[in-house]
């Protein structure tokens, strides 16, 4: 079991090693990311349907107890966002092995790309605070050289505000880090989850300074409101390989930490909640209007990340809250979102970089008469645009429904309605792509007919979309899983179990019954 | 048999644009042949009909479990209303099918056309046979989708992707307050009682399944849920203030009209509302509102209509003031207007639908669909001619067709409530719709004949066949009525009313008062109509101008100006929200920062126990006011050079602080990256433009005081956390205790970086690792040589060489090899003492760069002789590997392993001394690889 664990974050760091001791543009070089990312992919699978089967996994890394090594740990929620980030890793290594250029493949694109997976899988794996950092700087640092690889002026552009919002936000992050361990005296999210709230019935502003702190740092990450505008710079610089990686997965990153953390470690925090609720509607729709004033195919997308990533946070933020109905639906809400949003996202990037390739450009206004001239295209766009709209029976409408469910299930009816609206501003912003690149006659009829894209392109695609219907027409396991994930995140003892804390010195810290409020 | 008449089309529709390219001529009629057999499917699973029964009322239910965790299930049900309704779809559709693939000709997307309509007719299909609430919201949001694409088809026209898009938005608004609806009302009947597998099953709330019903009306959430439902009906049925939506999309080609926007989709708000009404009906609410819009519907519809003069648009306004009619009918929930519906909303599916196919084939005879243009094709176009006159006359209510017997019914629900002023209402939107459907029906074939763009000639027998069907259809029931009111009609009418009734339509009732009553208001209907129809007839352009004026003001106006007013402000809001300026989000993040603190301290964060005790020696506060000028200082330096010996101040003193409170490894690690940092900061600053404070006075001021408050309330935050800890922690009392027996290592911050913690330093290696990659793709960036912005502005400080010393390069040779033993040294005892890989690292690279800036960048390359990623790639697989050993035998990863005995010369060794050469020889490949690429490329530009 302990196997299954450590695989995604080591067979995605064996792939890199290979790929920068061997030579860099090659044909072996390709195989190897390739090989690595399905094998990462595999290797998820896998640790999913054993978590599945055998409920929450953990292992004490160099085989110290907890909470004095570190843990990993993987329940439910883990296991899917690992499998989430192998699928995308996946479809974005194939697809970049026929759209990145040599150049940039010189510069150790491919291992650079497997190390961002090896910090996403870390980061949804580990079960420590540091650790969760440690794993934050990783997926820093190779997004941000993924981000500028190649040099051209709007990368450097985007890649420095991107790395100076980020590292502010790093260290934010190191200082609650640090803080937490001072005051609460563990990094382990299973000790903490007994500590903080008995840290909190003592000194509940300082616990309420800590979660801000984070809040703050995983915010920015997850592109909350007003922290998010980053995301329209990054994502629309890079090659679409990249864009697609970063839409699929990176602001998922901040909001996985959030839940994590404030479901497992923090006592309730009312304040902090209410505050989640309200950035989160204001993401929401800032976003969306952000989307539709976009002109460039890529900037929607990148507006849109935000406008949706608005909803995982909503939901979030119900997670936080108090009520118990509506608690269980809301992380049924986020994670299912988080796997539609992944899959939709990523493609949709990828749909833009191959409508760069045909028409070498994304801006709306030049673009025209794709429907007619790529039709298979075409349709793919039109499929996940629907779904990213919420349209039934894609997977985007149940990400929506849940999401609406868990909204009404707390009563809080302006926020459901924020979130219906988004998503009508989401379908204009979608049927204006449709609209301007698809079905209008192009201003300039491009000379020659396209070339037909290449298989390494469409592949992907195909594959994102074809899951994306497959989750719309047969979503019974995702949910059943989701719920199953729910329940497991909330009653918090099977992962606290799993990491069985060691408590070697006699006066041990009150345990969770006599720590909750 | 229910899954497959909704399966069928939609398989269909993913063969079709495959067949397109095979059936060429044919593929109209095999693209009929998908509804048709659809159709014999359904009333293959209606149960027999039986004329001696007292009452045929089918039922048929097919259930699968969809999501049930959701309470969602595939529920289908085949009643008197759905197989109505169902019937209507598949009878148009086929007709339509036939039609479209003559309309259509030899366009090449005709494949695609056709798979669209079959799409639709599927969700249709889907959409009146569900019985579960999400199961038809899925199906209902399906038919907006293709009607998007099919009233767009012509998408390289303006018009068209406006219409769609309008359509879409309109519908889609809509579906989404359905949505809110439906989820309402499933929270609603769960709260009532109702077990969740059955609280969104559709015959479970109106009374006919497995459990009681809930009471839904006296729930709390019912007021939210009918008004979200109505919303829903009434966009998609194109009610006011929504029926601008339906004249819009007439841009779509003619057989699409015919199909979505006459017989079958828009009816869909309709149907929606009576397939609830047995649930949600009956309250004044509900009276008031279904009433009055469905009344205020039928009136615009009916006067919009007058002054239209394109075929298209006339039926499209009857269209909308139709379906006022049947939401009208819905209202009152008496015998009477549940008859009235049922008979006038068959009759208009079969009317309408062959109007819109007559008028599709005139518009293919003459090249117009211009009434004032249209005359006296009576001759030329018989058979279209034929079929469009019954239509017509069958709107226009007048004996005996099919039509007549609705208006009748009507004229008797609406005197049945006794309200003057519904009456009235009625009689006068009746009039109207008479005198449109002889403008639409009758004026084109009759009287003179005009100049039209093509000299006319009949249509193919497929487009003349499906009209002629609908219309003699319409006569024939009219004639012989018991084929409709004793089966489908009865039970139609007894499922929207959820009691029995029994529907029994005659052209003549009698001779009784109250039955002359409405005969005589049937022929005032007629006359008068033909009265209006003889008025309009010279000024259709007249009438058309004043209501085109009148919808300047009215909700279409609405429209536009939210969506154009909308598209314009959202960039200037973006604008401001979404500023893209890397120095003005750094302050916002920390404006945010400062908030949320400061909201922590007013909730009155304070710090706990006894601080500053023991009160701080002289020495420590002296360097703890250095960091802190340095940091200031750093701040407000007027060159890159003061800033970074400023910088370096503060990290001096911070490592000094590290050695006082006996972190030995901290500050030597800290000591080696500052010189480090020096080094580098001079390569790159070179390339850095000149320093130029840009900001005004008040910029700076906040600047600084947004600084100052992040670090005041940092430290008021790091000051509360420190009154909380007892000494010594838990973590600390363990690490200290296992450090040398179980560990193997006296040095506990060592043990801690490759034992305890290894995989943190796993993770940390992996950065510089990274970081070196990304520094090396940076440097390799030729600075764009246009104007000079950004990175490539003029080196600022001149640089000139490092200048050579002869006793430095003399010397840097031996210092060279003296570090590296000495960094191998360090290495090495690490585990113990003060040491590592880290520091061993550092310092080796240290040495290299001192022999770098002696000997220049090429004689150091050729002293280690092989790529430095490769070193780093190396590094890294090392320290993996080291970790991996336990991991092959079982162990968890990067558990410690050691040898029994004890090499000589190197004491105890272990898998973790392996991971610190790792993480030494990483190190020493990343800093070196950046450092000795930027020298590269400094002395290429100067060479």
């Known amino acids: 079991m302990s196997v299954l664990l450590v695989l995604p974050i080591v067979l995605p760091l064996a792939t890199a090693i290979l790929g920068l001791v061997l030579p860099r543009t090659t044909r072996v070089q390709q195989s190897v990311a390739a090989t690595g990312a399905v094998a990462h992919a595999l290797a998820a699978a896998a640790l999913l349907a054993a978590v599945a089967r055998h409920g929450v996994q953990a292992v004490q890394a160099g085989g110290w107890p907890a909470p004095f090594g570190i843990t990993l740990v993987a329940d439910l929620t883990s296991a899917l966002l690992v499998l989430l980030t192998g699928v995308l890793g996946v479809a974005v290594t194939v697809y970049a092995l026929a759209d990145v250029d040599a150049a940039r ?184 209007i952000g989307a539709v004033a976009q002109t460039d195919l890529r900037r929607v997308l990148a507006f849109h990340s935000i406008s949706q990533i608005g909803y995982m946070l909503l939901a979030t933020a119900l997670v936080a809250g108090a009520s118990p109905t509506a608690r269980p639906v809301a992380v049924v809400a986020v994670l299912v979102f988080m796997v539609h949003h992944g899959l939709v996202k990523s493609n949709l990037f990828l749909v833009s970089g191959a409508v760069g390739t045909l028409r070498g450009t994304t801006r709306l206004q030049p673009l025209g008469g794709l429907a007619g001239g790529a039709p298979l ?141 | 048999m229910l899954w497959f008449a909704v399966a069928i089309p939609f398989v269909a529709a993913l063969l079709l644009p495959w067949a397109a390219a095979r059936w060429g001529g044919a593929l109209g009629w095999a693209a009929a042949a998908a509804p048709l057999a659809a159709g014999l499917a359904l009333v293959a699973a209606l149960p027999p009909y039986d004329p001696d029964a007292e009452r045929w009322l089918p039922d048929v239910r097919a259930v699968v479990p ?94 068209a992707r406006a219409a769609a898009l309008q359509a879409l938005l309109v519908t889609g608004a809509g579906g989404l307050a359905l949505l809110a609806g439906f989820v309402l009302l499933q929270t609603a009947a769960a709260s009532a009682g109702v077990p969740p597998e059955y609280a969104g099953r559709v015959s479970t709330l109106i009374g006919l399944g497995p459990v009681p019903a809930p009471d839904l009306r006296a729930q709390a959430l019912y007021i939210p849920a009918l008004l979200l439902v109505l919303i829903g009906a009434f966009t998609k049925s194109a009610h006011f203030p929504f029926h601008f939506w339906l004249p819009g999309a007439m841009a779509a080609p003619t057989p699409v009209s015919a199909l979505l926007h006459s017989a079958t989709m828009v009816k869909a708000g309709v149907f929606l509302l009576a397939r ?29 209509a007058v002054g239209q003069h394109d075929l298209k648009r006339i039926l499209a306004y009857t269209t909308v003031s139709v379906l006022g009619i049947l939401t009208m009918l819905l209202g009152p929930g008496t015998d009477a207007a549940f008859k009235a519906l049922t008979t006038f909303l068959v009759a208009h599916a079969l009317y309408k639908a062959a109007l819109f196919l007559v008028a599709g084939n005139i518009d293919h005879a003459t090249g117009t669909r211009d009434v004032t243009r249209l005359g006296g094709l009576m001759r030329l176009l018989p058979l279209s001619a034929a079929a469009g006159l019954l239509a017509a006359l069958s709107q226009a209510g007048a004996p005996p067709l099919f039509g007549f017997l609705g208006k009748e019914l009507l004229y008797v629900a609406k005197t049945d409530l006794e309200s003057e002023l519904l009456v009235g209402v009625a009689v006068a939107a009746n009039i109207l719709l008479t005198a449109m459907a002889l403008q639409a029906g009758v004026r084109p074939f009759v ?81 008068a109509g033909y009265g209006v129809y003889r008025w309009l007839r010279p000024r259709v352009r007249t009438v058309g101008g004043v209501a085109r004026r009148l919808s300047r003001v009215g909700p279409e106006a609405l429209y536009s100006r939210l969506l154009d007013g909308g598209l314009r402000a959202a960039p200037r809001l973006t604008e401001r929200v979404f500023a893209h300026r890397p120095r003005h989000d750094l302050l916002l993040f920390f404006t945010a920062l400062v908030a949320l603190l400061g909201l922590a301290f007013l909730q009155g964060l304070t710090w706990g126990g006894a601080l500053f005790e023991p009160a701080p020696a002289l020495h420590e506060l002296g360097l703890a006011g250095l960091a802190l000028a340095g940091a200031c200082l750093t701040a407000a330096a007027p060159s890159h050079l003061v800033a970074i010996a400023a ?99 006296r040095n506990v911050v060592n043990v801690i970086l490759v034992d305890f913690r290894a995989l943190d330093t796993l993770g940390e290696i992996t950065v510089l690792v990274i970081a070196g990659l990304g520094v090396l793709g940076l440097v390799h960036v030729r600075p764009p040589a246009a104007n000079g912005a950004g990175l490539a502005s003029k080196p600022a400080t001149a640089a000139r060489g490092p200048l050579p010393s002869i006793i430095l390069t003399t010397a840097a040779r031996p210092i060279l090899l003296l570090l590296t033993m000495f960094s191998i040294f360090m290495l090495l005892r690490g585990h113990n003492a003060p040491g590592g890989g880290f520091i061993g690292g550092l310092l080796v690279a240290a040495g290299f760069v001192l022999y770098m800036l002696a000997a220049g960048p090429a004689a150091a390359r050729h002293v ?49 001394l392996l991971f610190d050469v790792g993480v030494y020889l990483v190190v020493l490949g990343a800093v070196l690889a950046v450092l000795l690429t930027l020298a590269e490329q400094w002395s290429e530009e100067h060479d």
């Open chain 2, 66 to 159: 969809w999501v049930p965790d959701v309470g969602i299930h595939f529920a289908l049900r085949l009643d008197g209303l759905s197989a109505t309704f169902a019937l209507l779809i598949v009878l148009v559709g086929t007709l339509v099918a036939v039609y479209a693939g003559a309309y259509l000709g030899d366009d090449p997307r005709r494949g695609r056309f056709l798979a669209y309509l079959a799409g639709f007719t599927g969700a249709m299909l889907g959409l009146v046979l569900s019985d579960d609430l999400f199961t038809l919201f899925v199906f209902w949001e399906l038919t907006s989708v293709t009607s998007f694409l099919l009233i767009g088809f012509d998408h390289r026209k303006s018009e």
């Open chain 1, 105 to 288: 493949h010189r510069r150790a694109f491919l291992p650079v790309l497997q190390v961002l997976i090896m910090g996403v899988s870390g980061t949804f794996l580990t079960g420590d605070l540091f650790n969760l950092y440690v794993w934050f700087e990783v997926l820093l640092l190779a997004s941000f050289v993924l981000l500028t690889l190649g040099g051209e002026r709007a990368q450097l552009r985007a890649g420095f505000h991107y790395v100076a919002l980020n590292l502010a936000g790093s260290t934010v992050f190191l200082i609650a880090a640090g803080l937490v361990y001072g005051s609460a005296q563990s990094l382990n999210f299973a000790d903490l989850a007994t500590r903080l709230p008995a840290l909190h019935a003592e000194r509940p502003q300082l616990v309420l300074a800590l979660a801000f702190l984070l809040l703050v740092a995983f915010g920015l990450k997850a592109a909350v409101f007003p922290l998010g505008s980053w995301v329209p710079q990054a994502y629309p610089a890079p090659p679409a390989a990249v864009a697609a990686i970063f839409a699929g997965i990176l602001t998922k990153v901040g909001v996985y930490a959030l839940l994590r953390v404030f479901t497992l470690c923090f006592p309730p925090l009312p304040a902090l909640q209410a505050l989640l609720l309200w950035l989160a509607g204001l993401t929401m729709v800032l976003g969306v």
């Open chain 1, 377 to 517: 295209l075409a349709g793919l766009f039109f499929v996940a645009a629907l779904s990213l709209a919420g349209l039934p029976p894609l997977s985007g409408f149940w990400a929506k429904l849940t999401v609406v469910q868990a909204s009404f299930g707390a009563r809080q009816w302006v926020l459901a309605a924020a979130a219906l609206g988004t998503g009508l501003l989401t379908l204009l912003s979608m049927v204006k792509i449709w609209n301007e690149a698809f079905w209008k006659a192009p201003p300039i009829e491009p000379a020659a007919p396209a070339p037909p894209l290449r298989a390494a392109r469409c592949g992907p695609i195909i594959g994102l979309v074809v899951l994306t219907a497959a989750l719309g027409l047969w979503p019974a396991p995702l949910l059943d899983l989701a719920r199953r994930a729910a329940d497991q995140l909330l009653a918090r003892q099977a992962y606290i179990d799993a990491v069985g804390l060691a408590r070697p010195f006699a006066a041990a810290p009150p345990t969770v019954a006599e720590a909750a409020p």
């Open chain 2, 647 to 745: 910088l370096g101040l503060t990290g001096t003193s911070v490592a000094l602080l590290f050695a006082l409170y006996s972190a030995p490894d901290l500050a030597l690690t800290l000591f080696l990256t500052e010189t480090l940092t020096v080094v580098l900061f001079v390569f790159v600053f070179r390339r850095l433009p000149e320093h130029r404070a840009r900001r005004s006075r008040l910029e700076r001021g906040r600047d600084a005081l947004v600084a100052g408050l992040g670090g005041a309330t940092l430290a008021g935050v790091l000051l509360a956390a420190a009154g909380v800890t007892p000494q010594p922690t838990e973590l600390w009392r363990y690490f200290a205790e296992k450090s040398l027996p179980e560990a193997l290592g």
């Open chain 2, 447 to 527: 009287g003179q004949r005009h100049e039209t763009p093509h000299p006319p000639h009949e249509a193919p027998p497929a487009m003349w066949l499906g009209p002629l069907v609908l219309g003699v259809l319409g006569l024939l029931i009219g004639l012989l009525p018991k084929w409709f009111d004793a089966t489908l009609g009865s039970a139609m009418a007894t499922a929207v009313a959820g009691r029995p009734l029994v529907l029994k339509l005659a052209l003549w009732h009698g001779l009784n008062p109250e039955a002359l009553a409405i005969l005589g208001l049937s022929a005032v209907t007629l006359l």
């Open chain 2, 864 to 912: 280690i002789r092989t790529s430095l990623g490769r070193f780093a790639g190396l590094g890294l697989a090392v320290a993996l590997g080291s970790g991996l050993v336990a991991w092959l035998l079982g162990r968890p990863i990067l558990t410690g392993l050691w040898l029994p005995v004890p090499l000589p010369g190197l004491g105890k060794v272990g898998t973790v």
């Open chain 2, 276 to 304: 609830l009404a047995p649930a949600l009906g009956g309250t004044d609410l509900w009276h008031f509102v279904v009433t009055g819009g469905g009344a205020l519907t039928m009136l615009t519809g009916a006067v919009l």
